[in-house]
């Protein structure tokens, strides 16, 4: 064999050989970030634990309406700095409106959000029963006080008992703060117990859907 076969015999195998070491970085890059993301959904799944637990733990032992929803708005605050919480009941004559502690320094002395909800608005997303951002208010809710409303990044999320409204949330902050449905994932799932605990402990409501 040549010295220029040999050469050209070494190039090759130096060829080869950087190949394999560059898929094999690719293959160690993706395993490195699939354990990445499941260490990440593991930790989110128990975050997602740790609030449920810590959000029930508030509601134990309430037994009147305003102590339940004042407690369950607080755990859902701490959750989210700079957002305030407010429920809405359904009842007979209409319904209303529960503020939950701390968000008083959000509308600074002026009109709340919940105080633009007009009758029809607030019944309207209670038939619709899903969360609603204010994009899907304006749709629904055309005499409420929108120069107010705007101001605000708000989400409603829905209150409901086996498929039977009770109400709903509400979620704001003032801009340029905003609320994406991604940071409200966390509060979803327990809503269902709270609206189980409402009922338990509010004034039956007429039957209504």
Same mark, same amino acid.
């Given at each position: 064999?040549?010295?220029?076969?040999?050469?050209?015999?070494?190039?090759?195998?130096?060829?080869?050989?950087?190949?394999?070491?560059?898929?094999?970085?690719?293959?160690?890059?993706?395993?490195?970030?699939?354990?990445?993301?499941?260490?990440?959904?593991?930790?989110?799944?128990?975050?997602?634990?740790?609030?449920?637990?810590?959000?029930?733990?508030?509601?134990?032992?309430?037994? +009147?309406?305003?102590?339940?929803?004042?407690?369950?708005?607080?755990?859902?605050?701490?959750?989210?700095?700079?957002?305030?919480?407010?429920?809405?009941?359904?009842?007979? +004559?209409?319904?209303?409106?529960?503020?939950?502690?701390?968000?008083? =320094?959000?509308?600074?002395?002026?009109?709340?959000?919940?105080?633009?909800?007009?009758?029809?608005?607030?019944?309207?997303?209670?038939?619709?029963?899903?969360?609603?951002?204010?994009?899907?208010?304006?749709?629904?809710?055309?005499?409420?006080?929108?120069?107010?409303?705007?101001?605000? =990044?708000?989400?409603?999320?829905?209150?409901?008992?086996?498929?039977? =409204?009770?109400?709903?949330?509400?979620?704001?902050?003032?801009?340029?703060?905003?609320?994406?449905?991604? +940071?409200?994932?966390?509060?979803?799932?327990?809503?269902?117990?709270?609206?189980?605990?409402?009922?338990?402990?509010?004034?039956?409501?007429?039957?209504?859907?």
């Amino acid at each position: 064999m040549s010295q220029t076969e040999r050469y050209e015999r070494l190039r090759l195998l130096v060829r080869q050989r950087s190949r394999q070491r560059r898929r094999q970085a690719r293959q160690i890059d993706v395993l490195c970030n699939d354990l990445i993301g499941a260490q990440r959904t593991f930790l989110h799944r128990l975050q997602d634990i740790g609030f449920a637990a810590e959000f029930y733990r508030a509601l134990l032992g309430s037994t +009147d309406v305003r102590v339940l929803l004042a407690r369950a708005g607080q755990t859902i605050a701490q959750e989210f700095p700079g957002v305030a919480v407010a429920f809405f009941l359904r009842q007979p +004559d209409g319904g209303e409106f529960y503020a939950a502690p701390g968000g008083e =320094s959000l509308h600074d002395g002026r009109r709340r959000p919940q105080d633009c909800f007009d009758p029809e608005l607030a019944e309207a997303i209670c038939k619709r029963n899903q969360p609603c951002t204010l994009d899907d208010l304006s749709r629904v809710g055309a005499d409420s006080d929108w120069e107010t409303l705007n101001r605000y =990044s708000l989400m409603t999320l829905p209150l409901s008992d086996q498929g039977r =409204s009770l109400g709903f949330v509400l979620l704001y902050c003032r801009l340029p703060q905003v609320l994406h449905a991604t +940071d409200i994932r966390r509060v979803r799932p327990v809503l269902c117990g709270l609206a189980q605990a409402v009922r338990a402990v509010h004034v039956p409501l007429t039957a209504r859907q």
